[in-house]
């Protein structure tokens, strides 16, 4: 298939784009000083003290031994601290890598030695998990510039330091370590153009400015939160901090606090709904909303349209990948569609469909999804081989997902390693799971794939509204008549939860795994024990 690329010409949306991700509050310093850039539970800080107090911790930090070139852990929920941090980071040219408190032990530790970080920071005013993580490392609490109870871990002698990059196109801003769902973490190395293309981009088609107030509930520690938090201060508007989801809490914020944009997963719509329903709230406030968005998951369309009903606006899908700094591709603002279409590609973002042997596709074909353009990541740290299995010498990036295009829209089918071959057909999962969620008990269900005799067969994992008594056996009555048969699954299994990440993201290599019996009790405790089971 012809490769396919964003008309909008992405140099004059790139006007004015800063060198670091720090320089993103210099217009609003200048121009708008004391309107309100960051906001949390209890406080609020100015575009001036923004610049002013990033530069007081910068100050501190380097005093604390971090150089340029170093990586420093965050371990922190979302909060003004994080940001600070964050942007601090950025004027020393240190590499941040924001680490989910919530995070067990083990793969904290991994991160640490895999990136060599020269010091470790937590905020402990804001996180109790971050606190025990602080306490095992033999952090201290201290006062950084403005902030108070921020842990500081020792300083590792042994750190040394990367190679500074004048151009920002070569210089690392951020490390993000991926959630590891097939194994052992990566880290994905992100330069400052990668992010500021990206939020600059993302901002554009949704015609954001200083009067948007964005609803930060997506953790910064995954690409998404940081996109977010980047492109909102670049456009000047505000920031509000929220460290834990609460969906009374996001309610009331909505209702109360002037939100104009909400992004989330699948389940962050979900819980809302949930929320409504048992609280007895007759409709939600739509406050001063004027965009949805969600990622990160498949969406089901009866979600869809039960949240677009609440709210009066369309729920706008959108795909990325951390590779990619996220944003590939979204359905536009003024273009909303009724379908589970991932959107038009992103400027500046070229797409193309390959087999799994590299073979090019006709339009309309499922095949890995390929792409290209100056959001996709400088590589894998420590890992060039890694990275030259997915990034090719043009600079073409291999997703590992497999896509469509119908004209100029994407859908996404799965993951290319989720496939499964049953009797020689393709089964795509998010297929399967479509067909699940439709019905109208199920909050959520995940498709994998089981060796059998030579072949595979489809198992699938439902998670039920609360109190529902749906059977196995109704579910696949539910949908013996809308997939053919080597869709359908052998097994279904009704589950508690499912295991996520804290972005919502499925755990399907826990779910896989339990069905080999890989992990022992250790799979079972995470995927919960199965109420009913069908065979």
Not at 147 to 160: F, K, Q, R
Not at 239 to 254: E, L, N
Not at 391 to 420: H, P, Q
Not at 502 to 530: D, F, N, V, Y
Request: neutral net charge.
């Amino acid at each position: 298939m012809a490769e396919l690329s964003e008309a909008i010409n992405l140099d004059e949306i790139a006007v004015g784009l800063p060198i670091r991700i720090h320089e993103v509050t210099a217009r609003q310093v200048a121009q708008a000083p004391d309107r309100i850039a960051l906001v949390e539970d209890g406080a609020s800080w100015s575009y001036r003290d923004l610049e002013q107090r990033v530069g007081e911790i910068a100050t501190v930090l380097s005093s604390l031994g971090v150089r340029s070139g170093d990586r420093m852990i965050i371990v922190s929920e979302n909060c003004i601290a994080l940001a600070a941090l964050l942007l601090a980071a950025s004027r020393l040219d240190a590499w941040a890598i924001v680490a989910n408190p919530r995070l067990s032990a083990r793969e904290l530790d991994q991160i640490r030695d895999h990136s060599g970080a020269r010091r470790m920071f937590f905020t402990s005013g804001i996180s109790k998990e971050a606190v025990a993580h602080a306490s095992r490392y033999g952090a201290e609490n201290r006062r950084i510039g403005p902030l108070l109870e921020i842990g500081v871990g020792p300083l590792n002698e042994s750190a040394t330091v990367e190679p500074v990059q004048a151009d920002p196109v070569k210089q690392v801003a951020v490390l993000i370590y991926t959630s590891g769902t097939t194994g052992t973490p990566k880290g994905v190395m992100l330069s400052h153009d990668n992010l500021l293309i990206s939020a600059k981009t993302t901002a554009y088609f949704r015609k954001m400015n200083e009067d948007d107030k964005i609803y930060l509930v997506l953790p910064i520690s995954h690409i998404v939160g940081i996109s977010l938090l980047i492109m909102t201060l670049m456009v000047g508007g505000t920031v509000r901090m929220v460290s834990k989801y609460d969906p009374a809490a996001t309610a009331r914020a909505i209702a109360e606090e002037g939100v104009t944009i909400l992004n989330g997963v699948p389940a962050t719509y979900q819980r809302l709904l949930e929320y409504k329903s048992v609280s007895g709230v007759k409709q939600l406030a739509r406050g001063s909303l004027r965009l949805i968005a969600v990622a990160g998951a498949p969406l089901d369309l009866n979600l869809k349209s039960r949240v677009e009903k609440e709210f009066g606006l369309p729920l706008l899908n959108g795909y990325g990948i951390t590779e990619c700094s996220p944003g590939i591709s979204g359905v536009r603002f003024d273009a909303p569609r009724s379908d589970q279409a991932v959107g038009t590609l992103l400027p500046g973002v070229e797409a193309r469909l390959r087999t799994v042997d590299g073979i090019p596709l006709s339009k309309g074909e499922v095949g890995e999804l390929h792409v290209r353009g100056r959001n996709v990541m400088r590589g894998y740290y420590r890992a060039p081989e890694l990275t030259a299995k997915v990034i090719d010498s043009e600079g073409w990036f291999n997703t590992g997902d497999l896509a469509r295009f119908d004209d100029d829209c994407l859908y996404i089918v799965g993951r290319t390693k989720e496939m499964i071959i049953r009797s020689g057909f393709n089964v795509y999962p998010a297929e399967v799971e479509a067909v699940l969620s439709s019905h109208k008990d199920v909050v959520q269900s995940a498709v994998v794939g089981r060796a059998a005799d030579g072949n595979e067969e489809i198992v699938a994992f439902v998670q039920l509204l609360p109190g529902s008594r749906v059977t196995p056996e109704e579910l696949m009555s539910f949908i013996r008549f809308q997939l053919t048969s080597y869709k359908r699954p052998s097994e279904i299994v009704i589950l508690d939860a499912l295991p996520a990440t804290s972005t919502g993201k499925i755990l399907k290599h826990r779910l896989a795994e339990s069905l080999r019996g890989e992990g022992g009790e250790a799979a079972a405790a995470q995927t919960a024990e199965p109420r009913r089971r069908h065979i």
